[in-house]
Nanobody, 123 residues
Framework: QVQLVESGGGLVQPGGSLRLSCVVT????????MGWYRQAPGKERELVAT???????NSADSVKGRFTISRDDAKNSVYLQMSSLKPEDSAVYYC?????????????????WGQGTQVTVAS
């Protein structure tokens, strides 16, 4: 069973920094795209940033210049370095991975989600 485990969330003051980590475990051929999404109370889950296997990144306009996504394929991990944090960044952050599974009959891309980690930015 493929599982994603997030860590690194917590309470931080405005302007501070935080680093989130996500590790993917289980049986799979490779991880294609990984990313981070977040959901604040009363709002829909939104994309924060994604990173492909060839290291092409995409991020929301609201976090550009402040958040940096990276990955370590040797560790099957993805990270989100957050700086200059704002109160509006407060949310539950979810790790996502698109995993490629190859069988005798097909090549499939399956999506997996982590449990989420709380990030609270407040004084």
């Amino acid at each position: 069973q493929v599982q994603l485990v997030e860590s690194g969330g917590g309470l931080v003051q405005p302007g501070g920094s935080l680093r989130l980590s996500c590790v993917v475990t289980g049986e799979f051929y490779q991880i294609s795209t990984m990313g981070w999404y977040r959901q604040a109370p009363g709002k829909e889950r939104e994309l924060v940033a994604t990173i492909s296997r060839d290291l092409v990144t995409n991020s929301a306009d609201s976090v550009k210049g402040r958040f940096t996504i990276s990955r370590d394929d040797a560790k099957n991990s993805v990270y989100l370095q957050m700086s200059s944090l704002k109160p509006e960044d407060s949310a539950v952050y979810y790790c996502h991975a698109q995993v490629t599974v190859i069988t005798t009959y097909s090549v499939l891309a399956n999506s997996y989600w982590g449990q989420g980690t709380q990030v609270t930015v407040a004084s």
